[in-house]
Each structure stands twice: as structure tokens, then as C-alpha cells.
């Protein structure tokens, strides 16, 4: 398997740390890329990017903003979106028809010269694609949630860890200084004992209304989009647009609405905050859901609540109701934070300073890819590691089996991975890929 060589971790720090200020600056790119003479291969680490929508594109401006890294190649099922991102590839690097383009991930694996790629796909294609990407040796970057079911992230992980690659999974919040100042407070014993954590996720969208013809028959495809294999592993169904490019995420064959999509962000930090992140629960309790009648493509919750209990006793109490961001309320103060707010429930606790030997998520100015970037080179843990974020995404999978079901109790064996009881919820826990696709275990 190929791993990268490394600069010494002083050196490349340094280098990433100036990546973005450097941006405008011409990058040191390998020798065989662009068949030119150039600066040693190990003073570089390229980049593959796949889905290359709304997130994926952001994360390509990430990448394409730090010269510590060099994207070479790009992939989308989408040709529209393929041709956008390799022309700003080419005019990042000023260097037309360098990189690569694919309309399938698994070419691009085969790039001869990629360190790693990063994953913005629709999360049902986040499994596959990651464990295709530990298999060939790539470091992976992929956007949250990890996966869209519990043996799929079981199966990332496990993939991750027999690879012994790096992989980030883009819960960017714990990069965020307002949530690390949280997670920090809270690890440290500044808040004395936890009483109660409290965890606001938004509520479900809103939809605009399809006429029955059309949910019947659906509507033709772009020429652009190759749905076949945009559907992937998930069940057939008929191409609309409502069902792609951002509005997957309201359907279960694609995605698991609000509370998957966001469990990642400010659930997470609660669960870091409270030391958690490591464990699954044993239970989900007090769970209740609202689906409404909002749009064809509206299949999840427009509004929920439930409590995640662990095996040492912490409770995340988590509902669409509650105050959006994450709540840490302990014998000797509370912390709130969420985008843009941080309160204190004092002066003297807002202005406490972490000292040098407590735990800490910080290491100077760095963003979650730069950090991403920062592990490939030092071979470190990343802040979100594939095993945190698969049992902080089991969570929402078990909410989610419960609304379903309709059941306001869950037991959860984490050992096995599995329900205790309740075996009308059990089928809302798997998922069920399209032939010819298989997870690979």
C-alpha cells in the first residue's frame, strides 16, 4: 500500500499554516502531475475530490486555498458540475488540462499519483466510496454524517482501521472556537458535574407541491446527470427533481432529514463535551416525531425530540424544539454555544483560561481540512475521527428507527450493535443495497 512521504511535523506545519495566505502564490506540485522539474513529491499531498454539489464545491475552495495541497483530480455523476470543477481547478493551478476528470469515483481511486480524496457525496454513497478509498490506500476526508445506517459506518470504520489510513469525517464544528471552548470547559471539570446537556437541531423543511402524474411517472433527467448511478445502492426510483442535488436528504433511501444531518454538528459536540463520543448509548428513550403531509419528497420528521441515555449514566437531551446549538449545565456554571454564540453563566467562567495541561481541541489557526491535511503529514489522530463520528451517527439511525416504528423506547446492545428488543424498529436499523452493489465487510 502507498502512504506519502513526510516532511518533519515542525516543517509542514508551518507550510500548512501559510497555505491559505499563500493561496495566490504559485504551488509546488509534483514533477510527474505536470511532467515538469519541481520540489520533492513529499512536500506535497494531492487530492482528490468527489461530489462536487453545493458542500462538495465548498470543500474544493477549501483545498484549492491551500497551497500545502494540490487537487488533481475530480469526480461527479453530474457532468455539469464536473466541467465547472475541473475548469477551476485548471484556473487555480493556471495550468489547463492538468487535472483529472471521472464521472466514476472508482477511476479516480485508480489516479497513480493521489494521497487522498475528500467525499461530498449524498450520504448514501458515503460507505461505499470510503471503503473503496481505505481499500486502494487514500487518506479520506467525508462529510457528515458518516454513513446512512449502523453496519454501514460499522463497516468505515473497520475499513479505516484495517487500511490504516487517515480519515476526517467533516464535523467542522469541533474546529469552531465557540464549540471548543464547550467541549474544553466542560472536559476540564469547569462546570463541576454534569446535571444536564441539551441539544437543538432544526426541524424538518418545507416543500412545494407535486402533482400526483408526476410522482407517478417522475420527470426525464438532465442530459448532464447520470441517475443510474447517482441512485448507487439505493433502490430505484423515479428521477425528479426534488430528489436530487440537496432534496435527497428528505428521503430515507438517500438520507435521514434533519436529525441525521445535523447530528454530526451540534449533537456531536455534546457528546465530545461530555466524553461520550467514544461510546454508543444503550438506549433511546422518550422519542416522539411529527411527519406531516409536506411534499412527495418530505419523508422524515418536520419535527422531533428524544434522549440518548449511556451506559455511565450521561444524558443528551435532544429536540427540534430546543434552543438551536449545544447547552452544558454542571454544579458550577453552564456554557452555551451555538453559530456565532458562545455564553457563559458567568463573567468569571467566561473568562477562565484553559490551562496548558488540560485538554485542549486547539492547535493554533487551523481549519477541519487543514487539520485533515496536518494528520495525512504527521500520521495524528484527527479531530473527528471514523469511529467517533459512526457512533454519534448510530445515534441518529436509532432515532430514527424509533419515529419510525413508532415506539418511544429503544435498547441498544453497542457490543453487537444491536437492538435488545423491539424487533419492529430492527428493519429501519439496516438498509438494503441494489444489485449489483455490496457493502463490503
Same mark, same amino acid.
Given at each position: 500500500?502507498?502512504?506519502?512521504?513526510?516532511?518533519?511535523?515542525?516543517?509542514?506545519?508551518? +507550510?500548512?499554516?501559510?497555505?491559505?495566505?499563500?493561496?495566490?502564490?504559485?504551488?509546488? /506540485?509534483?514533477?510527474?502531475?505536470? &511532467?515538469? &522539474? &519541481?520540489?520533492?513529491?513529499?512536500?506535497?499531498?494531492?487530492?482528490?475530490?468527489?461530489?462536487?454539489?453545493?458542500?462538495?464545491?465548498?470543500? !474544493? &475552495?477549501?483545498? !484549492?486555498?491551500?497551497?500545502?495541497?494540490? /487537487?488533481?483530480?475530480?469526480?461527479?455523476?453530474?457532468?455539469?458540475?464536473?466541467?465547472?470543477?475541473?475548469?477551476?481547478? =485548471?484556473?487555480?493551478?493556471?495550468?489547463? @488540462?492538468?487535472?483529472?476528470?471521472?464521472? #466514476?469515483?472508482?477511476?479516480?481511486?485508480? $489516479?497513480?499519483?493521489?494521497?487522498?480524496?475528500?467525499?461530498?457525496?449524498?450520504?448514501?454513497?458515503?460507505?461505499?466510496?470510503?471503503?473503496?478509498?481505505?481499500?486502494?490506500?487514500?487518506?479520506?476526508?467525508?462529510?457528515?454524517?458518516?454513513?446512512?445506517?449502523?453496519?454501514?459506518?460499522?463497516?468505515?470504520?473497520?475499513?479505516?482501521?484495517?487500511?490504516?489510513?487517515?480519515?476526517?469525517? @467533516?464535523?467542522?464544528?469541533?474546529?469552531?472556537?465557540?464549540?471548543?471552548? /464547550?467541549?474544553?470547559?466542560?472536559?476540564?471539570?469547569?462546570?463541576?458535574?454534569?446535571?444536564?446537556?441539551?441539544?437543538?437541531?432544526?426541524?424538518?423543511?418545507?416543500?412545494?407541491? *407535486?402533482?400526483?402524474?408526476?410522482?407517478?411517472?417522475?420527470?426525464?433527467?438532465?442530459?448532464?446527470? #447520470?441517475?443510474?448511478?447517482?441512485?448507487?445502492?439505493?433502490?430505484?426510483?423515479?428521477?425528479?427533481?426534488?430528489?436530487?442535488?440537496?432534496?435527497?436528504?428528505?428521503?430515507?433511501? +438517500?438520507?435521514?432529514?434533519? *436529525?441525521?444531518?445535523?447530528?454530526?454538528? $451540534?449533537?456531536?459536540?455534546?457528546?465530545?463535551?461530555?466524553?461520550?463520543?467514544?461510546?454508543?448509548?444503550?438506549?433511546?428513550?422518550?422519542?416522539?416525531?411529527?411527519?406531516? #403531509?409536506?411534499?412527495?419528497?418530505?419523508?422524515?420528521?418536520?419535527?422531533?425530540? +428524544?434522549?440518548?441515555?449511556?451506559?455511565?449514566?450521561?444524558?443528551?437531551?435532544?429536540?427540534?424544539?430546543?434552543?438551536?446549538?449545544?447547552?452544558?449545565?454542571?454544579?458550577?456554571?453552564?456554557?452555551?454555544?451555538?453559530?456565532? /454564540?458562545?455564553? $457563559?453563566?458567568?463573567?468569571?467562567?467566561?473568562?477562565?483560561?484553559?490551562?496548558?495541561?488540560?485538554?485542549?481541541?486547539?492547535?493554533?489557526?487551523?481549519?477541519?481540512? =487543514?487539520? +485533515? !491535511?496536518?494528520?495525512?503529514?504527521?500520521?495524528?489522530?484527527?479531530?473527528?475521527?471514523?469511529?467517533?463520528?459512526?457512533?454519534?451517527?448510530?445515534?441518529?439511525?436509532?432515532?430514527?428507527?424509533?419515529?419510525?416504528?413508532?415506539?418511544?423506547?429503544?435498547?441498544? #446492545?453497542?457490543?453487537?450493535?444491536?437492538?435488545?428488543?423491539?424487533?419492529?424498529?430492527?428493519?429501519? *436499523?439496516?438498509?438494503?443495497?441494489?444489485?449489483?452493489?455490496?457493502?463490503? *465487510?
Amino acid at each position: 500500500m502507498k502512504h506519502p512521504a513526510r516532511l518533519p511535523r515542525r516543517s509542514f506545519l508551518k +507550510f500548512l499554516a501559510a497555505g491559505a495566505a499563500a493561496a495566490h502564490l504559485p504551488s509546488i /506540485v509534483r514533477a510527474q502531475t505536470l &511532467g515538469l &522539474g &519541481g520540489p520533492a513529491p513529499s512536500e506535497i499531498i494531492t487530492i482528490g475530490c468527489i461530489g462536487l454539489g453545493g458542500q462538495g464545491n465548498g470543500l !474544493l &475552495g477549501n483545498f !484549492l486555498g491551500n497551497a500545502a495541497c494540490r /487537487v488533481v483530480a475530480v469526480c461527479d455523476v453530474d457532468s455539469a458540475h464536473l466541467d465547472k470543477a475541473r475548469q477551476r481547478v =485548471d484556473d487555480r493551478y493556471q495550468a489547463p @488540462g492538468t487535472c483529472a476528470a471521472y464521472g #466514476d469515483y472508482r477511476e479516480l481511486l485508480a $489516479h497513480p499519483d493521489l494521497d487522498g480524496v475528500v467525499i461530498a457525496t449524498p450520504d448514501h454513497w458515503h460507505a461505499l466510496i470510503t471503503v473503496h478509498a481505505a481499500q486502494a490506500g487514500k487518506h479520506v476526508y467525508c462529510e457528515k454524517p458518516a454513513a446512512t445506517s449502523i453496519p454501514e459506518g460499522r463497516a468505515m470504520a473497520e475499513a479505516v482501521r484495517r487500511a490504516g489510513v487517515v480519515c476526517q469525517i @467533516g464535523s467542522m464544528q469541533r474546529s469552531w472556537g465557540e464549540f471548543q471552548r /464547550v467541549v474544553e470547559l466542560a472536559r476540564n471539570g469547569f462546570l463541576g458535574e454534569i446535571k444536564k446537556v441539551t441539544v437543538g437541531l432544526p426541524a424538518g423543511p418545507g416543500a412545494r407541491p *407535486v402533482p400526483p402524474e408526476v410522482l407517478a411517472n417522475g420527470e426525464t433527467p438532465p442530459s448532464t446527470l #447520470d441517475y443510474d448511478r447517482w441512485l448507487g445502492p439505493a433502490p430505484f426510483v423515479p428521477y425528479h427533481t426534488d430528489r436530487v442535488h440537496y432534496q435527497w436528504r428528505w428521503q430515507f433511501a +438517500f438520507g435521514g432529514g434533519q *436529525v441525521a444531518d445535523w447530528i454530526g454538528h $451540534h449533537y456531536d459536540i455534546a457528546a465530545l463535551a461530555t466524553n461520550v463520543a467514544h461510546l454508543q448509548p444503550v438506549a433511546i428513550r422518550s422519542a416522539s416525531a411529527r411527519f406531516e #403531509d409536506r411534499g412527495a419528497f418530505i419523508e422524515t420528521a418536520t419535527a422531533y425530540s +428524544f434522549q440518548a441515555v449511556y451506559a455511565n449514566g450521561t444524558v443528551i437531551d435532544t429536540a427540534s424544539s430546543n434552543p438551536g446549538g449545544t447547552r452544558i449545565e454542571g454544579t458550577d456554571g453552564w456554557v452555551y454555544a451555538n453559530r456565532g /454564540v458562545l455564553e $457563559h453563566s458567568s463573567e468569571k467562567l467566561r473568562r477562565l483560561v484553559i490551562p496548558s495541561h488540560g485538554y485542549t481541541l486547539s492547535a493554533g489557526p487551523r481549519s477541519h481540512t =487543514d487539520d +485533515f !491535511l496536518a494528520a495525512i503529514a504527521t500520521r495524528a489522530t484527527p479531530r473527528c475521527p471514523m469511529i467517533e463520528a459512526h457512533n454519534v451517527a448510530a445515534v441518529a439511525h436509532l432515532a430514527n428507527a424509533a419515529f419510525r416504528s413508532g415506539v418511544s423506547e429503544l435498547r441498544w #446492545d453497542p457490543a453487537t450493535e444491536s437492538l435488545v428488543d423491539r424487533p419492529e424498529a430492527a428493519r429501519f *436499523v439496516h438498509r438494503t443495497y441494489r444489485a449489483p452493489h455490496a457493502l463490503p *465487510v
